[in-house]
């Protein structure tokens, strides 16, 4: 063999060593694009959920290498929680091969990527928000508002008021405040509070606190005057802080506040310092780092230094492990996918209906490490939150305490008005409703 | 019937909020009337003070010790943003020194989150926030501890403007530059000096407003709170930052509670801004401000 031949064939092999190896790579990799967000005003939360996603997806990989042999892998673009950086990663990352699915955890993100994920049949996670009326799979194939949207929230938080009063039945001639961020996000629930208080009786007021609330003077006057049994907040951000101390200022029992699920962390309780002891929040993750899947997480992924948080105190912290819990269903529904398609990369539509066929009952729960951690989730394609149950908190000074059992929300009672809207979504933007989960999705 | 004593206390409250205002105005005002540069960094040198203190507390710096260091670096920091970015700016058109702080705020948050992290902090300044009551109206400890250190702050620029040499200079800058400069005043110096008060005024704010809000990013945002103060008050006016901010406490507060209600409430941030622009309208230097004659 002359020179140049032997010289061809060497880089002929090379070439298909590296071409094999490139194709090897992609067809074992599952790709999750992040548009975390870990500077500017609301990084706090930002790194605790990205940083928990990231530690779950490391365990699998470390641990199991990978989701049947298939590696997840990730990039994050920053995007500061504004919308249009949101869209400018999305735009950036989008042609990404084996995009598994979308997490923003961003309301505005969200809403903004709808029609754009729906186009590119990929699937949009918006795990505890987003807009309610995507819960209803027949007309949003594509989102899933995984474990809780705003009115089942709304339902469980009554609930667990119910609860505290002896029975629903108690809570008529009850008085409650809400006390809701001035914000989209802020008043979605303002018609079903008014739905509820005309179930079950009870009377009730909702003051509006202008963005970003770090000025609630006025509101907590009014609420000290309106007397109420029990103030539902609402917030985000600053506000959380601020409404405690400004209630501790007024003379307002902390245990008689219950926040929402974006009033519920370290952040939201640390700032107000004495003020928010006894304070009570709705979660659908209990905190705490003594679950075996964290315990995991510690051992494997810090252990070999490639934790994602740079302070280890917030593994366990309710971002973290909102982190975790969106790491699970993820990786979940991409195996469920897997069992129907093949234990490859999957496409964006493969792994929808891995997420349409997400079912987790507690005993597997128990099984991934999460028993107590999270309660259960079971998707459809026509129910995409899953009918997931809740838990309260109460912060004790220095860490959440759970205080109720798993609480479900009145999903029959909030159905109807979730199809509802999402009939009307459709209407409005010519979608046509799937009739079963066979049917194909229409663009 | 009217509740009065309802009134009463949402006054109070509004006040009082009002002086918390104002302590941010002042930082706003002692820059303006001596530079004529309306300085939008003020909130991220607030933020920057409060993440500074809290953080060295937290790592184990006694409290007295902390406060003196953050306030060595506040100083500094100002003496650094004068002589890197406005001193080679001088001259300039006002809107080009107005972008440049609000250039300056986005570098001096980013710089506070990376050196000292995005996470939250609680700041014990040892005063308690439970309520007193008063013939039926509860009165916040803080918010009298701060009204009490905004007097202070004020009774001391008032001794300091009217018994030091630099206060006098700095009085000498605001009333004529070109006159100061002729009589053999430094400029650069006495604007070194006043960036720095700003420097210290900012770490008063951050303080209190930290024990208030909790130290977070959100804090650089109490920005916005001084604007109407200062268009009431007048920007180069001290004793107007002090009065603007009371009434647009009071206004705040007593729209939010008897006119927010027919508007579907959360009126009091666009109120104050509201009786802000009306006041512009009628007199644009503000109650206290200097009125700008111009020979033409």
Request: charged share 20%; net charge neutral.
């Amino acid at each position: 063999m002359n020179m140049f031949r032997r010289l061809k064939v060497t880089m002929g092999a090379a070439l298909a060593v590296g071409l094999a190896s490139t194709l090897a790579v992609h067809a074992d990799e599952q790709f999750f694009p992040l548009q975390s967000y870990r500077v500017g005003p609301y990084a706090a939360g930002g790194t605790g959920f990205f940083g928990g996603f990231i530690d779950y997806l490391n365990l699998i990989n470390i641990r199991d290498g990978g989701v049947n042999g298939v590696k997840v892998t990730w990039d994050e673009g920053e995007t500061q929680y504004e919308v249009e950086r949101g869209v400018e990663v999305y735009e950036r990352l989008k042609s990404r091969p084996g995009t598994a699915a979308w997490n923003p955890l961003s309301v505005g993100i969200a809403y903004a990527m709808i029609d754009r994920i729906t186009k590119d049949r990929v699937p949009l996670i918006t795990i505890n928000h987003g807009r309610t009326d995507s819960t209803d799979g027949r007309v949003f194939p594509y989102v899933f508002p995984l474990l809780l949207n705003p009115y089942s929230e709304t339902s469980g938080m009554v609930n667990y008021l119910a609860s505290r009063e002896g029975g629903r039945d108690k809570l008529k001639g009850k008085k409650i405040v809400v006390l809701y961020h001035g914000s989209p996000y802020g008043k979605e629930t303002i018609p079903i509070y008014k739905l509820l208080a005309d179930k079950y009786g009870f009377s009730l007021e909702q003051i509006e606190v202008p963005h970003p609330g770090n000025e609630q003077q006025s509101q907590w006057l009014s609420i000290r005057r309106a007397k109420p049994d029990y103030v539902v907040l609402r917030g985000w951000g600053v506000m959380n802080p601020v409404a405690l101390k400004t209630a501790q200022k007024v003379g307002f029992p902390a245990d008689h506040i219950i926040g929402n699920v974006w009033s519920n962390s370290e952040e939201d309780v640390i700032p107000a310092g004495d003020a928010a002891k006894g304070y009570i929040a709705i979660t659908t993750q209990a905190s705490g780092a003594e679950y075996p899947v964290l315990q995991q997480v510690i051992k494997a992924v810090y252990g070999a230094n490639k934790g994602n948080l740079d302070d280890k105190k917030r593994i366990g912290s309710v971002y973290h492990n909102l982190g975790i819990v969106n790491g699970i269903l993820n990786v979940e529904a991409i195996r469920t996918a897997q069992a129907k398609f093949g234990k490859r990369t999957l496409t964006g539509d493969e792994v929808r209906w891995g997420f349409e066929h997400l079912q987790l009952d507690p005993a597997r729960v128990e099984a991934l490490g999460a028993k107590g951690l999270f309660h259960s989730i079971n998707v459809t394609w026509d129910n995409h939150e899953g009918d997931g149950r809740v838990t309260f908190q109460q912060w004790d000074g220095s860490k959440w305490k759970v205080v109720s059992d798993w609480i479900a929300p009145d999903w029959a009672f909030l159905r109807p008005i979730i199809e509802k809207s999402s009939t009307a979504y459709a209407k409005e933007h010519g979608i046509k409703i799937r009739a079963s989960g066979e049917d194909p999705v229409s663009q | 019937m009217f509740d009065y004593q309802f009134l009463i206390e949402v006054l109070i409250g509004g006040l009082l909020s009002g002086v918390m205002y104002s302590l941010v105005a002042i930082g706003f005002v002692l820059i303006y009337k001596t530079s004529g540069v309306l300085n939008f960094a003020q909130g991220a040198m607030l933020l920057f003070a409060a993440l500074t203190f809290v953080s060295l507390v937290e790592r184990g710096t006694p409290f007295v010790a902390a406060l003196a260091a953050t306030l060595a670096i506040m100083i500094a920091l100002g003496i650094a943003v004068e002589r890197t970015v406005l001193r080679p700016l001088v001259n300039q058109p006002p809107i080009t020194l107005f972008m440049a702080t609000l250039g300056l705020s986005y570098v001096i948050e980013g710089a506070a989150q990376l050196l000292w992290g995005t996470q939250v902090h609680g700041l014990d300044i040892g005063i308690s926030d439970t309520p007193f009551e008063v013939a039926g109206v509860l009165i916040s400890r803080l918010d009298l501890f701060a009204a009490a250190v905004a007097g202070g702050l004020v009774a001391l620029f008032a001794l300091f403007f009217r018994y030091t040499r630099t206060g006098l200079s700095f009085r000498a800058v605001a009333d004529d530059q070109f006159a100061a400069l002729a009589v053999g005043l430094r400029l650069p110096r006495v604007w070194g000096a006043v960036w720095a008060v700003a420097g210290i005024v900012a770490l008063v704010g951050g303080l209190l407003w930290g024990a208030r809000l909790g130290v977070q990013f959100s804090l650089s945002l109490v920005v916005l709170k001084a604007l109407p103060v200062l268009v009431l008050g007048g920007f180069d006016s001290i004793a107007g930052a002090i009065v603007g901010g009371l009434l647009v406490g009071a206004i705040e507060k007593l729209a939010e509670v008897y006119v927010g209600p027919f508007f579907g409430g959360g009126i009091e941030v666009w109120a104050a801004y509201v009786v802000a622009l009306g006041f512009l309208l009628i007199r644009p230097s503000g109650l206290f401000g200097q009125k700008l004659v111009e020979r033409v």
